[in-house]
């Protein structure tokens, strides 16, 4: 284990090359920035990985109050140490994955030294590249996530995307940031009519980072 600072925070990870990638994307060129009309906003991070993202939201909205989900162990690990050791405060962590509905999801963790950021539903990641194992997680229901008002719902769940939007009620969420990987069968113009539908001004964006070929980012904010 390493670390690093940003700003004034400190950051443990394992992995370095991905640790630079992803430091990039969310702090170098700002993926998960929106105007949420706020100081002190409630945010929803689905998939936080090892915290990098709460510890960006924590950078632009000091005052915010994040709730962040992470299924893989290890990752959740490191979730909570960099968390505690910065001393985040009004910040909540659960080592569960959000799923359609509550009950357990099977998870395909790499079993080399991969990108633990990629665990998901798709077998060999959403690029198909690296080996993984089926490993049963806990995981809450959507509905049940957003049962308060939410200024910013952050989800990066690797391929879960479109069955956890699809049965979603997005009534009080107020802006949405999410990464749509491609699946077989899956279409992501289904994301975008959904964030329609609830009143959602809905942008695109093809991500062309050197990792993250493929990918779409949607945004979908209320006017």
Known sequence: MQSTRIGKYEIWYENSEEFYELKKEIFGEHRYYLEVGCENPRIVDLGSHIGMTVIYFKTVYPDSTIVAYEP????????EKNVRENQLTRVTIFNQAVAPKSGSVELQIP???GW???SGIITGGWKGVQKTAPRRVEAVGINEVLQHRVDLLKMDIEGMEYEVLGGADLTRVQNLIVEVHPRSGKREEVISRKLQQNGMRVERE????RYGSGLIIITGRRD
């Not at 893989?72 to 979730?79: R, T």
């Open 72 to 79: 893989e162990a290890s990752n959740y690990v490191l979730l």
């Open 116 to 118: 633990k950021s990629g």
């Open 111 to 113: 079993t080399q030294a």
């Open 206 to 209: 093809v991500d062309k980072s």
